[in-house]
Each structure stands twice: as C-alpha cells, then as structure tokens.
C-alpha cells in the first residue's frame, strides 16, 4: 500500500515536470509561431512582410532600419513607403524577431534605393506629394506659388533646417530678399549632417516678428504708417525631404503650380456663435446650407442649433495658402467708445443713454492679414484724428440674466407657436408618454399650480427673477406647491393629457411683460 502512494506520487510529479516543460516550451515557440495569441501582420505597400508579436513597436524598427542603412551608406535617407501593422490571429504562423523585420525593412529601403529609382526632394504638405529633381526646383516650384498671390512682394522661397527637424526633414518658409541672411541660412544639400537649429527659423524669432508687426502705435504721425506688404509666408506647413521615386513620378512644375492651388473641399469644425443661424454660416463659409445638414446629420434646414455646438463644415480650400499680412491706410467716421456706468442692480440686458456722443473722423493705419485672399483678422495699428468723437454716457446693469432650458428630456414637437386651426397657439408642445418628467426651465417661485380638467388642465406658472413667467399645462401630477421656490431643472411635475387635450404632451408658455412670446427663441437645448 505504500509503495503503491510512493509511485502515485513519482507519477504526479512526473506529470508536473512534463506540463512545466511543455508550458515552457510553447512560451519559447510563442515568440517565434502564434500559437493562439494576436499578432500584428506588417504589410509595405499593400504587401505582406511578415508577422511580428503585438509588442514589437513596428514604426521604431523602420526608424532603426533607416538610420543603420544611412550610416552604412554615409548618406541621408528618408525613403518614403506606406507600411501598416494590422492586428491578426491565426494559429501556427511563423513570428518574426525585431532583428528580422528591422533587416527586412533594410533590404527594401536598399532596393528602393538602388532598384532604378532616382533621388529626389519631395514637397509635403498634409496629404499633398510632388517630387522634384533639385531643391532649385522646389524654391522654384514654391515661389511661382507665391507669385501666384502677389508678384511684387520682395519675398522668395528659402529651405532651411528648423529648431522641429526630425530625420532629415526640412522646411520651408518666405523670407524677405534684403533679410535672408539674418533670418534664414538657405540649406545647403552638402550640410545636411552638420545643419543646426541656429541655421533656421526659430519658433521665437518667428513671434517676435509678428509682435513686431502688430504692436500698437501711439504716435498718430503718417511716417510712423506701416503700408504696403509687412509679411507674407506659407499658411500650411511645408515639409522638404529626400526619397527616392520612380523617374516617371518626378513633377511638372507647371502641373503642380495648378494643383496645389486650386480649391478642394476639405472639413473642418465650426463652433457655432450667440446669433448665429445656417444661413448665415454657410454664406460665411462659402458653402449650402443643405451641405451643412447633410454632414451633420440634421434633419432639415429648421433643426434649432446653440451656442458652443460644433458643426462640420465642408471649405473649399486649397492644399497650398498664402499668408499675406498687410499695413492699409483709409479714412472713416468713427465713435469713441462710451463710458460704462455700472448699476449693480440692473440686469446686463438693461442700459440708459445718459448722454448721446458724437461721430468723429478719423485716418486709420490697420494691420491686416489674409488667407488665400480672405481678410482672417484686422487690427488698428495707428490713426490721425482729424474730427474728435465725444464718448456716450451710458449707465448698464451687471447681473446676468436667468437663463431658460427646455422643459422636458426628448420629446417630439408637435406644435410651434402661432396661428394654429384659426386661432393664436401661444405657446410649443411636445408630444411624450404620460409621465415624464416636466423640470422647471429657469428658476423661481410657485405662483400658480392648478388642478382642473379645463383648459391648460393640471398646470403650474413660475415667476422668474426678471420678471418672466413660464407656465407648464396639461400634466398628471404636480409635483410643486404655490409659494415653493425651485431651481432650473428641477422637477415640478409629470406630463399627462389632462384638460383641453387631444393627447399626451407638455404644452410650455414663456410671458414677457405679461404676453406670451416664443418659447423657441429663449430657450436652449
């Protein structure tokens, strides 16, 4: 009986060693062969590569790869191909080490190198390539396209190495002709290696230029006018490195010129602003209205929108802009600003002229930039008063008047206000299931909260700290009492059908100076 629990034990033991093993072995052959796990798949060019664990950094391997084969060769490299990692699981593939991709990456770098394809200087701007034989070429190439915007303007194309240079990439940026030297070392391609950041544009030379451009000016004489072209560079940010490409991929100056000028539509975000309306943005930004709703998923053109509401906005725009910052002189008539008088116990809403000002008139210097032609900003640099302008007096309140909120989650409206079946409909409806929650739009005090099955029915009328009122009707149950102060967005009651109703819903007034106006005007989603 013991020998029997002895080799029980050996056998247990045995056993264990034997999973041991084998658990190590899979974890050994887990780095080499997925067995189960994930695994990312590396393709260049659309093409597969091989198959790495998830932890290999595949991007730190192209980046190695370049740099072992640059300092092999003595030459810069910067060997552009479009490789991907895509996480994959399939049992029993074969693993690539680091050391295994790194030199495959190497031998396609080499080949492209090497396999008939010609060195050149690619121009990179977000998504737009064009290849050039030369850098003569693309200073060339980037001053037809300044050109393009104002020919007369003493500014040219310089590349340069930047404080931001990373693998050998350049930029490039418009100097003016008489200060290149003190603002931009144009790049040479035999110091590539030895290029410096103090050999370029720095990020703080760069904003005190245009602190310089757009200080105040006290002095209102006309010799301290600044007028005709203060600056002018590129609004993109426009990378130069070497690759190589195949001959026929070189481009034509002349081609290019058109391209990288010519409007493409391309998305960005709008932040909608206090008064704003679609219309009115998309005038703005030259596009529809029925552009706007479709990229934004409205439901047509009517859908409310808020302040702060971000919207896509599809702008034509070209890849390539011009910044051109301008000194412009003109007369206009003008009114000084008023001097404010602050009564703390008027809402800001509310403002008495004290006394009328008077229109002067003026000779203004402003600095003005645009983007692809359009005015972005504008700023008064230095004037000449010829006629003074005498400042209004005007005392305005400085408390914020109480905001209103919609008075339910969801719901469906199923009636604005207006003429409705031959009679005035004073206020909005929105159609929900009995029950819901009706809160109170702005805070204030309880003045009515009625039961009856007449009219509004059951309903409740809230006076509102300026004045306003708001009344909720045809609920199920009130929740609130008269006398009862509540806060915005607390609940009063809950929606119903009761009185004059043909169903469910939140009938909802707002009263100013004891007139029903429109909810939808004052009320934010």
């Not at 739009?441 to 059951?458: D, L």
């Amino acid at each position: 009986m013991k020998e029997m629990t002895i080799t029980r034990k050996a056998a247990v033991q045995t056993v264990l060693l034997v999973i041991g093993f084998v658990a190590v072995l899979l974890i050994c052959i887990s780095q080499y062969v997925a067995i189960g796990q994930t695994y990312q798949t590396v393709l260049v060019d659309g093409e597969v590569v091989g198959r790495v664990p998830m932890q290999t950094d595949i991007r730190e391997m192209y980046l190695q790869a370049r740099r072992e084969l640059s300092l092999e060769r003595d030459e810069r490299l910067c060997v552009e191909f479009d490789w991907s990692g895509e996480t994959s699981r399939e049992p029993f593939c074969g693993l690539m080490t680091e050391r295994e991709l790194k030199d495959a990456f190497k031998g396609m770098i080499a080949e492209m190198c090497d396999g008939g394809r010609e060195r050149a200087y690619t121009v990179a701007i977000d998504g737009y390539r064009a290849y050039f034989r030369t850098l003569e070429e693309v200073e060339e190439f980037l001053n037809r396209v300044k050109a393009s915007v104002n020919a007369q303007a003493a500014y040219e194309t310089r590349i340069y190495a930047s404080d931001y240079q990373v693998g050998g990439i350049l930029h490039a940026a418009l100097v003016q002709r008489e200060e290149e030297e003190r603002t931009v070392e144009a790049f040479a391609p035999e110091a590539a290696e030895t290029a410096t950041p103090e050999a370029g544009v720095s990020a703080q030379m760069i904003d005190s230029v245009q602190q310089a451009l757009t200080a105040p000016v006290s002095a209102a004489e006309e010799n301290a006018y600044r007028t005709g072209v203060l600056d002018m560079d590129f609004v993109e940010l426009v990378e130069v490195y070497e690759s190589y490409v195949d001959p026929a991929a070189f481009s034509d100056i002349e081609e290019q010129l058109v391209e990288v000028t010519k409007e493409k539509e391309s998305n960005k975000i709008y932040v909608v602003e206090s008064g704003d309306c679609l219309s009115v943005i998309a005038m703005d930004h030259d596009t529809t209205v029925a552009s706007i709703v479709a990229l934004n998923g409205m439901s047509d053109a009517d859908e409310m929108i808020r302040e702060g509401q971000e919207l896509i906005i599809a702008v034509p725009e070209p890849d390539l802009q011009i910044r051109l910052t301008m000194g412009e002189v003109y007369e206009e008539d003008y009114t000084a600003d008023p001097v404010i008088i602050e009564n703390d116990n008027w809402y800001t809403t509310k403002e008495v002229v004290h006394e009328a000002g008077t229109t002067g008139h003026r000779e203004r210097n402003d600095v003005v930039v645009y983007e692809n032609g359009v005015e972005v900003s504008r700023e008064l640099y230095a004037e000449t008063i010829m006629t003074p302008s005498e400042a209004a007096v005007v005392e305005r309140g400085t408390i914020i008047p109480p905001t209103y909120i919609k008075p339910i989650s969801g719901g469906i409206l199923t009636s604005g206000f207006g003429r409705r079946w031959g009679r005035m409909h004073k206020g909005v409806d929105w159609a929900v299931p009995t029950g819901t929650t009706v809160y109170a739009s702005c805070g204030g005090t309880v003045i009515q909260a009625v039961k009856s099955n007449r009219g509004y029915g059951n309903n409740i009328v809230i006076q509102h700290p300026d004045g306003r009122m708001t009344r909720y009707a045809h609920n199920s149950k009130l929740l609130v009492t008269v006398g009862q102060h509540v806060e915005q967005g607390e609940p009063i009651a809950l929606s119903g059908s009761t009185g004059n109703s043909t169903g469910p819903h939140v009938h909802f007034e707002i009263y100013i100076n004891g007139t029903q106006v429109n909810p939808l005007n004052y009320i934010s989603y």
